[in-house]
């Protein structure tokens, strides 16, 4: 311990005689150290860290596609959405999702509100739990079901000014009473932000006849989410497999000539699609900085050390062996 405190006082010693040197080669590091943490925090954040839903990575955006007509990503009609529910055996569950505008009333001045058309079981898909009431039940969205809402977090506190009174209370929309039965917690909402929900059975154009019945009326996205142990590429042969299926049985609604597909995507990499390259970059050159911050900061010391060569040739003469000279070295470095 007497002979690290000798080093430690000889290496502040020496620096405080030299605080140029030990002022670029903090500066040098903290620039090199700064700008990875920086990038690496980015990364981390958008690229690595866990979704901000229940099992994140095992949900799925599903798409019907036309590649022979050029169509990468089409809607799915409610026909098809109950095909592959009920052919899937990869995906334990699929909900489908659209939103719309429509004029909320019983709050004084009519208002526009952004609203969700979703499945009963969206919510439980995407692990949300409210923050008061209840989301839907299953009932919920059955054909002539009583009409109900759920509030996202930021309209109820808005305009609601966040009081859990407001469930219970009944609006008008689209000509029927709408209760209130829960209210969602602040969450970023995908794949758009709404004020309010309702089930599909609250649409008066989702419910209507001419959608439930038509199966090209492609009007609403799909989302999945894995079975335990499934894996994705599972689920691609999958619904392939359903794709295949649907052409075979109504090839009047899947013409050969425009190709039919379906596919599916993580939500993890549709989030990041568009920026994944550029931050795999800005992190590649944020390393290479470092490399270049590690080799600057060793020529620094190694200048400083051939300045030295005539003092520690003294040292090693009066007896100072090479390890108590490399060990203060050492010392100083860190």
């Not at 980015?42 to 866990?50: A, E, S, W």
């Not at 970023?188 to 439930?212: I, L």
Request: hydrophobic residues 45%.
């Amino acid at each position: 311990m007497e002979t690290l405190r000798q080093d430690v006082r000889a290496a502040l010693g020496g620096l405080s005689r030299n605080l140029g040197f030990a002022a670029a080669v903090i500066l040098t590091m903290a620039l090199g150290i700064g700008a990875n943490t920086a990038i690496f925090s980015v990364v981390y954040g958008v690229l690595i860290r866990p979704l901000p839903y229940a099992s994140g990575d095992d949900i799925l955006i599903l798409r019907q596609q036309r590649p022979l007509a050029g169509i990468q990503a089409q809607g799915f009609s409610p026909l098809e959405m109950e095909d592959y529910r009920q052919q899937s055996k990869t995906l334990e569950s699929i909900v489908e999702y659209h939103n719309m505008w429509f004029v909320l009333l019983g709050r004084g001045e009519p208002e526009r509100v952004a609203t969700g058309v979703v499945s009963w079981n969206y919510f439980d898909l995407f692990g949300v739990r409210p923050v008061a009431g209840r989301t839907f039940r299953s009932g919920d969205d059955a054909h002539g079901a009583d009409a109900v809402l759920v509030l996202s977090h930021a309209y109820w506190r808005s305009r609601f000014g966040g009081d859990p009174n407001v469930v219970g209370q009944v609006f008008e929309m689209n000509d029927r009473p709408h209760t209130v039965v829960g209210v969602l917690p602040p969450m970023p909402q995908f794949p758009d932000e709404n004020d309010v929900y309702m089930p599909v059975s609250a649409c008066p154009f989702r419910s209507s006849e001419g959608v439930r019945t038509n199966r090209n009326a492609r009007m609403v996205q799909a989302f999945g989410r894995l079975r335990p142990g499934a894996a994705a590429d599972a689920a691609l042969s999958d619904l392939a497999m359903v794709a295949s299926n649907l052409q075979q049985a109504y090839p009047q609604n899947y013409p050969t000539s425009a190709g039919f597909a379906a596919t599916a995507v993580s939500l993890r990499d549709e989030l990041t699609r568009g920026f994944r390259p550029t931050l795999w970059i800005l992190l590649g050159a944020a390393g290479f900085l470092l490399l270049i911050v590690c080799a600057s900061v060793a020529n620094l010391l190694l200048a400083r050390l051939l300045k030295r060569e005539r003092e520690l040739a003294i040292r090693m003469s009066l007896g100072a062996s090479r390890w108590r000279v490399t060990r203060e070295l050492l010392t100083e470095s860190l």
